[in-house]
């Protein structure tokens, strides 16, 4: 028989992998700059997954998506994969999303609460980002902070707060599924 612990464990499991999933999509919507950091839908992926399932889930799927680009699986922007994309220019902001999931997730009491946390992961995100630009790409950090956040601030803010307001019919429509099939 099985336990409620292992129905947990399972739809975690479950969870996780299809939100990576949805996260290796968003990466795949792209407008290509010349500073080698696309337009995506990365920022709203990541958001979305973490605002539905929380702090945790939102950063081990994220982690997730990650460790399998890592190994060479081609979710990254532009169907990339491998571990030299996470040490090439754009890799900071790989790494910054799993911190910026964490801060989405934080289900705080109202939606301006949510965004505001989200938007500190953003910051955290485009902090980890930047620096890694910057030093692989040998400019100065404001340079690099202009090249490869400037331009992203308005659609990634946007990408947040529609994140997080789509998820709270989504997170009652999947309440209501399992209350009813007693998931």
Same mark, same amino acid.
């Given at each position: 028989?099985? =336990?409620?612990?292992?129905?947990? #464990?399972?739809?975690?499991?479950?969870?996780? +992998?299809?939100?990576?999933? /949805?996260?290796? $999509?968003? %990466?795949?919507?792209? *407008?290509?700059?010349?500073?080698?950091?696309?337009?995506?839908?990365? =920022?709203?992926?990541? %958001?979305?997954?973490?605002?539905?399932?929380?702090?945790?889930?939102? %950063?081990?799927?994220? %982690?997730?998506?990650?460790?399998?680009? +890592?190994?060479?699986?081609?979710?990254?922007?532009?169907? #990339?994969?491998?571990?030299?994309?996470?040490?090439?220019?754009?890799?900071?902001?790989?790494?910054?999303? @799993?911190?910026?999931?964490?801060?989405?997730? @934080?289900?705080?009491?109202?939606?301006?609460? &949510? *965004?505001?946390?989200?938007? @500190?992961?953003?910051?955290?995100?485009?902090?980890?980002?930047?620096?890694?630009?910057?030093?692989?790409?040998?400019?100065?950090?404001?340079?690099?902070?202009?090249?490869?956040? $400037?331009?992203? *601030?308005?659609?990634?803010?946007?990408? /947040?707060?529609?994140?997080?307001?789509?998820?709270?019919?989504?997170? &009652?429509? @999947?309440?209501?599924?399992?209350?009813?099939?007693?998931?």
């Amino acid at each position: 028989m099985e =336990t409620k612990n292992t129905r947990s #464990k399972t739809l975690m499991t479950v969870t996780c +992998a299809l939100f990576a999933a /949805i996260i290796a $999509v968003s %990466a795949q919507v792209q *407008i290509p700059l010349f500073t080698m950091v696309p337009i995506t839908l990365h =920022t709203f992926g990541v %958001a979305l997954c973490a605002a539905i399932g929380g702090s945790v889930s939102g %950063a081990v799927s994220t %982690a997730v998506y990650v460790l399998i680009g +890592a190994v060479g699986v081609p979710v990254f922007a532009g169907m #990339k994969g491998g571990f030299s994309v996470l040490l090439g220019p754009t890799g900071g902001f790989l790494f910054g999303f @799993i911190i910026m999931a964490f801060f989405c997730g @934080i289900q705080a009491k109202n939606i301006w609460q &949510r *965004i505001g946390f989200s938007l @500190i992961g953003l910051a955290v995100c485009y902090l980890c980002g930047a620096l890694q630009y910057a030093i692989i790409m040998q400019k100065d950090f404001i340079t690099s902070l202009t090249l490869v956040v $400037v331009p992203f *601030i308005v659609k990634d803010v946007l990408s /947040i707060a529609a994140a997080q307001y789509m998820a709270v019919p989504i997170k &009652r429509g @999947i309440a209501h599924f399992s209350n009813r099939n007693g998931v």
